[in-house]
């Protein structure tokens, strides 16, 4: 017996991550500084790990409901509410997961039969398309454009949808590339919803890290959406909780309820210590958040003038911690350039194309490094990128 | 606060160009507003933040609680300020509660600060009474933490 044959066909048909690639390459290299990572260089504040901690002194160590802790529930209700001027049942319509990514997952295994399709938007985060496809969907995918911010056309999606879309899948502001989205184009994206009667699926896990006081408008803004729209969160990204694994879906009770049933044998709950921690968040991390954000903002800032310092095209990120800098001028792929930038310079830094091939001619760097190590990183960019050009 | 205030308040020895680059504005607008901010006074100095241990300072920290007999028409500001000239006092702070003056004082040796505390801190008129903390070890000053703890290495590439 071959061991590699007994592997499913749908599972090896499933490339693997061009991040885990790169990641090994960067392993076991000393004095590497790394732009590659998307999860913030902060721990989580200590009043939320104080609070796991006390929460294990107290021996809260068993399951809780599959939908999550209440009080954790009613705390995620008051805060969608507030952010995104939408409210949801805890009773009903709120599920705690393990990440947003597992709440994607379930998502897409809860709605769709073999062969619906899925439209989304690349360049993107590296599991959707993956998520789709071990769902059994077809995965659509809209490359959107440097020359429109990285932003999605509504008349591009409107070309995607045939007989068999089902879903659309939104994340904005956007891994890799920081984009939003401005509120004009999303109002008719919302209008081709409702009129093509698709289910929304909006990833919102960057969309409290925003710059230059910029807001986001949310699809779930707009008539029509909430009662077709899963909406997807957690504490990752914002409350730098990355670790503790936790996420949550607001939906309609109908939809929360299937997603329930795939969680509930797969999952059972989300770790209690986590779902403390993630309650101790939403009631008091707002400052903490701010002060991150802030933060974030004077890197991007750091990482932006440098860029233009050395004349390298990068389209100014709204959101997220990302930036998408344009490498098209070299003549290399992204992953010869990122390559050889880690060969002479020890910098790490995510080729675009592990986002999807609109990811092309670019690449992610993140920014959520202190403002010493990433204005080393940025001065050695800039000498490789002297050096290419005058080769 | 101001941005600007901001981060110099937590690290103030980034450059103007720096601080231009993070804000995203004017290197020369950075400068002028932090010449204007010493000059009126709202930046009064720029110290580095030391562990005492590590750099060998054997001095002796005490906090005291002074109680004073308020004055009529000044309160306790003449008398603060009076004890806040001295040159043992690095610190003097008005609060509420059961006395009215937390006042640090950096001596030398335990003698000396008791020298000061008693001779020249209880003796002024208005004092009503003292009473003296020494400090046994420092965990956290001005925001910092003495003891740095190793924290877990990020992975260098994550999706």
Known sequence: MKISERISQRVQGIPRSGIRDFFELVQGRDDVISLGVGEPDFSAPWHIREAAIYSLEKGETSYTSNLGLMNLRKSIAGYVEKHFHTQYDPAKEILVTVGVSEALDIAFRALLNPGDEVIYHEPCYVSYNPSIYLAYGQAVKIQTKVEDNFSLRASDVEAAITPKSRVLMLNFPTNPTGAIQPADEMEKIAALCVKHDLIVITDEIYSELLYDGATHTSILAFPGIRERTILLHGFSKAFAMTGFRLGYACAPPELTEAMMKIHQYAMLCAPITSQVAAVEALENGAPEVERMRKAYERRRNILLSRMKAMALPCFKPGGAFYAFPDIREFGLTSKQFAMQLLEEEDVAAVPGDAFGKAGEGFLRCCYATDETQLSTALDRIADFVGRLRSR | ?159
């Open chain 2, 1 to 159: 606060m101001d941005p600007l205030l901001e981060i110099l308040n937590k690290n103030a020895k980034f450059t103007a160009s720096q601080l231009a680059e993070m804000l995203a504005v004017d290197e020369a607008a950075v400068a002028a507003r932090v010449a204007a901010w010493e000059d009126d006074g709202t930046i009064l100095g720029y110290q580095a933040i030391l562990d005492s241990e590590k750099a060998g300072n054997d001095g002796v920290i005490a906090f005291i609680e002074v109680k004073l007999t308020p004055e009529r028409g000044g309160g306790f500001d003449r008398l603060a300020l009076r004890i806040s000239k001295f040159d043992q006092v690095t610190d003097c702070y008005l609060l509420s509660g059961s006395y009215d003056l937390l006042v640090t004082v950096e001596g030398s040796t335990l003698r000396d600060t008791a020298r000061f505390v008693s001779e020249k801190l209880s003796t002024l008129e208005g004092v009503i009474s003292t009473a003296t903390h020494f400090q046994l070890k420092t965990y956290k000053q001005n925001g910092l933490m003495m003891q740095t703890e190793a924290s877990e290495k990020r992975l260098p590439v994550a999706p």
